[in-house]
């Protein structure tokens, strides 16, 4: 057995059974062994970002890692953006790099380089397999790594005559170390906060932000006032009819200083302390209050939902897990079902919104990379049935399409639904090539307002001075005009395009009733 065999062998025997890739020579040995290895499917992606972005949003639905097959040192940089997202979203996600033959890299070919530099800004663990002896052993600690909980970045460097060396063979699985268990003296400390009569809120993140977690912490913020925010942008929500609500942190600062204006503990529940995402001139970068103490009741490593049910025990022992109190009559905090009514008339941000609200599928999964068209999204799909909801982590644009594809990879049985702004869909528009390659059950709606829409309003947010034409120009994106049917069409995507709230409507209840690819571009004004 070579080294490539033996990697896949051991990924298979670990539970990792999906590779995105897109391979150069030095990965075909890699290649080659997948016609060895039945339980190994590969997925071929047109460009790294894709691939990367795939396999976070594979990592995020399955709670195990993909990997992702990248060609030396450039096809790793052209998939760093992705794998930026998938660090910020704490994804577990196993990155195989190939590199020229140990022997050859005397010779500083055209595309040798500092592949370690290059997966130390992304990665939690690197490490360059030197025998095929050793590739077995490597591999298997590369996926233990990346469960490490929360998860993370793991790379493994193969190079080319490692690959290809005989020698090899897989080694066993390594059992994932489970999540910490909170200490009982740090949720004590937390609930007498809570008991203390100042104002609280619990920010949850990580896994806060899945059913079991805000379960328990709505029994808390019932029990003791305090008030539940998510963080910004959760790598994955569950939300809907069901599920008790919690509003995200805004993005403007200004905003989310109003939210946490007057509070005097900040209680983190595997969420970081929030700061506002740029600097700006004279506003502070901080947007913790000032006189507002801050506690971590439990770090994104930590068992989260075993933190907040303890601590519900202790500070709403009058309540069930469920969530229910104990007491006849009291009023559930489970979101109740509600879905706007279709609009007519002009389609614009919120008419989208409320459409999408209106038709969302039970269990489905969106992706949401809409930026500034995607205001509404929240309020309008709050009361829609049960969904997952993942969110642009990094803020590293071009996630969303690839983002899907992973996921429907992981969930072949759920409808996903990625909702993608038309700037940020340029940056991986190759993503709906492996959509129709693998006939994905994914519907794209692209907001189209022929803009870089957000970064006009950045433009007068950071008070540079007021723009002029050129620099108008650059945000600009109507020289010469987008067209994404014609695109999604040219790569196996069935396209159409909605002017109206009506014709949005028609086309998404069309497109979700249909399996495979669909994409819908939607004509909007900015800002709507």
Known sequence: MNGAEAMLWTLTGSGVSTCFANPGTSEM?????????????????????????AADGYGRMADRPAAVLLHLGPGLANGLANLHNARRARTPLLAIIGDHATYHKRFDAPLESDIEGLAGTVSGWVRRCARSA???????????VAMDPPGQVATVILPADVSWSAGAGPAPAIPPRPRSQVPGEVIGAVAAVLRGGEPCVILLGGTGTRRPALVAASRVARATGARLLAETFPARHERGAGIPPVDRLAYLAEMAVAQLDGTRHLILAGARA????????????SLVP?????????????????ALAALADLAAPGTTRSGAHDAPGAASSARQPERPALPDGDLTGHSAAAV?????????????????????????????????????????????????????????ERPVLA????GSAMYTISALWTHAREQLDITTVIFSNRSYAILNMELERTG??????????????????????????GMGVPASRAETAAQFAEQLR???????????EAAIPPFS
């Open 134 to 144: 050793d590739a077995g052993a490597d591999v298997a600690e590369a996926v233990a």
């Open 356 to 412: 999408i609200g209106a038709l969302l599928p039970e269990r489905a999964i969106v992706c949401d990379e809409a930026n500034t068209s995607g205001l509404a999204l929240p309020a309008a799909t709050a009361g829609a049935p049960p969904h997952d909801w993942l969110t642009l982590t990094g803020g590293a644009i071009g996630q969303g399409l690839p983002l899907a594809a992973g996921a429907a990879l992981a969930c072949p």
């Open 29 to 53: 040995h890699t290649v080659a062994a997948l016609d060895e290895v039945p339980g190994m499917r590969g997925v071929l992606c047109l460009f790294e970002g894709v691939a990367t972005g």
């Open 510 to 520: 069309r497109a979700l009733a249909e399996p495979g690819p669909h994409l819908i």
């Open 419 to 422: 909702l993608e702004a038309d």
């Open 274 to 285: 929030p700061a506002s995402f740029f600097a700006y001139p004279e506003k502070p970068g």
């Open 464 to 489: 540079a001075p007021p723009a002029g034409h050129a620099a108008r120009s650059l945000l600009d994106l109507s020289r010469p005009g987008l067209d994404f049917t014609a695109m999604a069409e």
């Open 290 to 306: 000032d006189k507002c103490q801050v506690h971590v009741l439990a770090g994104p490593g930590d068992d989260v939902h075993g």
